[in-house]
């Protein structure tokens, strides 16, 4: 090496310790943490449609990421926020985007996640057409779209797989993975193993006492939304009825995750946002409900994740939730 290069290498050397100490301080930015501080539970950003997974004892909420200048639902990536107590949170930061998609360019609506075998499996609804599953080896990613086409794609099969396949929910009982979803047509799909297959045909669920309801009763009828949960030995089928002003968070009972079930009530009340959809699980012995609301922003476009405890009767019907900590919506 000559006196020139040495030179060089020396000046160089402050602007390659700089570029390594903006790359430091980006990968700690990507993490964010904070103290639960009432509902919403998340207040720096705006998030939505709330898929709450307990993996290993800790509880991981997925999101949707509404933009903070949001006229519509342009959103571009995905969010995972986790606690070991409720209280003590971290925002994992944007686990999946539209970038990381070859095959979708718009609309990165409602997600879920699922373990199995050791590995995560990321669902999520793009174009309002499509569905695509990425996998990773921790439940906060970095997730890859492995499949690199869509799981469930509506283009020239409308009739079959409905005209907005979206909101996926997944479940897994006795070994057997399912995967709900759907905007007013309600559609379900077992997996295979590697859970990135369909196994079988597109299915139809029934909601009994539901058949003749109509989107503005707020009463049994399919919105979107679809989330399935197992408890005593019951299935419990919970989604939201619609988008108007009686609307919410309902649920159906079953014995078969392919139902039939049969329509009960309100999970909750309705809340101040015009969009619902939300989440129920267990976590250390208590039952919670994650939803989103638009309490920060006063816009439906711009909403916010809460969740609260629930319990249930002596029947094992969910005790619905009251909401009197805000104004509700008019």
Not at 39 to 52: G, I
Not at 67 to 89: G, I, P, R
Request: charged share 25%; hydrophobic share 35%; net charge negative.
């Amino acid at each position: 090496m000559n006196t020139t290069t040495v030179k060089i290498s020396r000046c160089l050397l402050p602007i390659i310790c700089l570029i390594l100490l903006i790359g430091c301080e980006n990968s700690v930015k990507s993490t964010y943490k904070f103290k639960r501080d009432g509902n919403p539970l998340v207040k720096h950003l705006f998030t939505a449609d709330p898929s709450a997974r307990v993996f290993n004892d800790r509880l991981y909420v997925y999101t949707s990421h509404d933009e903070d200048t949001a006229t519509y639902f342009n959103m571009q990536d995905w969010h995972v926020f986790s606690t070991k107590n409720l209280n003590e949170w971290t925002d994992h930061g944007p686990i999946f985007s539209l970038n990381d998609i070859a095959w979708a360019d718009k609309w990165a609506w409602a997600p879920d996640a699922i373990e199995r075998n050791g590995k995560y499996y990321f669902y999520y609804p793009v174009e309002r057409a499509k569905i695509g599953v990425a996998v990773s080896d921790s439940p906060t990613g970095p997730f890859v779209d492995k499949l690199g086409k869509p799981l469930i794609d509506n283009t020239d099969q409308v009739h079959e797989i409905g005209p907005e396949p979206i909101d996926p929910g997944l479940l897994i009982h006795d070994n057997q993975a399912y995967m709900y979803f759907g905007c007013r047509e309600l559609r379900v799909v077992k997996l295979k193993d590697n859970m990135m297959e369909i196994d079988g045909g597109i299915m139809n669920i029934q909601i009994k006492g539901a058949e003749n309801d109509k989107e503005s009763e707020g009463r049994g009828w399919y919105g979107e939304g679809p989330w399935v949960f197992e408890r005593d030995g019951k299935f419990y089928f919970t989604y939201s009825n619609g988008w108007g002003k009686e609307s919410s968070i309902v649920y159906a009972i079953g014995d078969n995750p392919l139902g039939p079930f049969e329509y009960v009530g309100r999970v909750m009340d309705p809340v101040n946002s015009w969009t619902y959809h939300g989440s129920i699980t267990e976590f250390q012995g208590k039952w919670y409900v994650f939803y989103h609301d638009q309490t920060l922003s006063q816009n439906g476009f711009r909403r916010s994740v809460c969740f609260d405890e629930i319990t249930f009767d002596d029947e094992g019907k969910i005790i619905p939730l009251k909401i009197d900590y805000y104004e509700k919506q008019e």
